[in-house]
């Protein structure tokens, strides 16, 4: 019971971490190319995950776990963070809560797949619930988006469930902030190299949002995040914590709209209580 609730305290702070990703990736592509983001975040987040390794001594992983790493670098250190990227260039971050509202279902299925996890059918119901509540608010209130950047979120949630499933299920074994961390140093070379190929023509045309947008996904969206997340998968459960992320949406719009001035309606607060209970119905029958 202890370790289930450590679980999900741990599970809720790397929720509220991610929640100001999708807000300072708006800002930051305002003026950075989603592949520099991409890549300088990816470098940033590994330099800071290198001196970690070395200061407290980590020991390496063990060959049979350079599969599950390079699953998880390309889930959720390349692909949701490009992905996004380029989707937040044509559609709006509100939009983008349509896809997001989708990343618990799709954790809670490869949790199935690649964890070994079996939840009671009714666990099925609350997350299906709740996300279709996630989706329906963000249809309602987020207006159109364009078929390329709603393909590009579609992909960025597969990609990213898969990476935190597997991450989870490494993290077990290995513990969470070591399987990002050891991420993180498995793409560095390709990511400099990408960095280094794609920096800003002008940097005096980079504006001060956009080096905190950046800022802040690569120390907390990339690192600090996961510390708190993969531990709460692994303590949790991948599908019972996973439904965590239905609450992300909310506190991503509160973000959104402390740095860019998207208003808070009633309907979020309602809509939010409801997620609540779903999150809550969705916790009793995971196991």
Known sequence: MKASLDGWL???????IFSGSLPATRVAVADL???????????????????????????????ADLASLVVIAAGVVVGFPLLTALA?????????????????????????????????????????????????????????GALPGDLLMLA?????????????????????????????ILALAPMLVI????????????????????????VFSMLVGFVFWYRGLALGGIAAVGQLQLLQPFFGLLLAGFLLHEPVSPMMIAVTLCVVLCVVGARRFAR
Not at 51 to 59: D, H, S, V
Request: charged share 10%.
């Open 195 to 218: 960095a280094l190929a794609t920096l800003p023509a002008d940097w005096s045309a980079v504006g001060v949002g956009a080096w905190g947008g950046l800022a802040y996904v690569s």
């Open 88 to 144: 937040l260039q044509t559609i709006t971050s509100a939009h983008s809560i349509v896809f997001i509202g989708l990343l618990p279902l799709a954790t809670a299925i490869f949790g199935v797949l690649r964890g070994g996890e079996r939840p009671k059918p009714l666990f099925w119901l609350f997350s299906c619930l709740g996300s279709a509540v996630v989706a329906g608010f963000a249809l309602v209130t987020g207006g159109a």
């Open 33 to 63: 190319s989603p592949l520099f983001l991409t890549s300088a975040r990816a470098v940033i987040a590994a330099g800071l995950a290198a001196m970690l390794l070395f200061c407290l001594g980590e020991k390496r992983p063990v060959r």
């Open 156 to 184: 960025a949630v597969i990609v990213c469930g898969l990476g935190y499933a597997e991450g989870a299920r490494l993290s077990r074994r290995l513990g969470g902030w070591q399987v990002i961390c050891w991420a993180l």
């Open 10 to 16: 741990s599970g809720f702070m790397g929720m509220v």
